[in-house]
């Protein structure tokens, strides 16, 4: 089962992806996050002189594919997250699940200003993630899609439910 969760920056796919390993502790599962199959920084878009880590082109899609592939004849149930995890249609096709966690743009906006992962980011930077989001990060617009309100707490049963296993 290979199942995918996408979503704004921000918006709850890793806390939902580590919430699924501890559901399914007794099954063989692995996480893929697809911020882990950035490109070197050399070879990433530039946005203003600033590296644009939101832009499609800053992750190594072949190797994000590979791994999935590779992961899921070793496990049973793969987990592939990421803001841009629909973006490529090979990969997309991988997906036996597909999760979308929405959020609205003043949520994004209160925990983007709390995340300080990557150190502080400027304004007009935390504006062309969420722009970045709305162009490369949407869901699919057919197909078996759970979307989950990023909002408030994330009913497991239901997403379990979901995912049939």
């Known amino acids: 089962m290979i199942i995918a969760i996408g979503g704004a920056s921000t918006a709850g796919k890793t806390t939902l992806a ?9 099954r063989k599962v692995i996480t893929l996050c697809q911020d882990d199959f950035v490109r070197p920084v050399e ?13 499609p082109d ?20 793969v987990i592939a997250e990421g803001l841009m995890v629909f973006w490529h249609e090979e990969i997309g096709r991988l997906f036996d ?7 609205d743009y003043d949520t994004f ?29 949407r869901p699919p617009q057919s197909g078996n899609l ?3 309100e990023g909002t408030k707490r994330i009913d497991l049963q239901k997403v379990i439910q979901y995912i049939g296993i």
């Open 18 to 26: 580590r919430a699924l390993r501890e559901f399914y502790h007794n």
């Open 43 to 55: 070879s990433i878009p530039l946005v203003r002189d600033r590296i644009d880590w939101e832009h």
């Open 58 to 77: 800053s992750i190594d899609h072949q190797a994000f594919l590979n791994a999935i592939v590779s992961e899921s004849n070793e496990n049973e149930i």
């Open 97 to 103: 699940r597909s999760i979308f966690v929405k959020v």
């Open 109 to 137: 906006l209160r925990r983007k200003a709390l995340d300080n992962r990557w150190g502080h980011e400027p304004e007009w930077y935390v504006q062309h993630i969420w722009t970045s989001f709305e162009v490369y990060g």
């Open 146 to 148: 759970l979307i989950l």
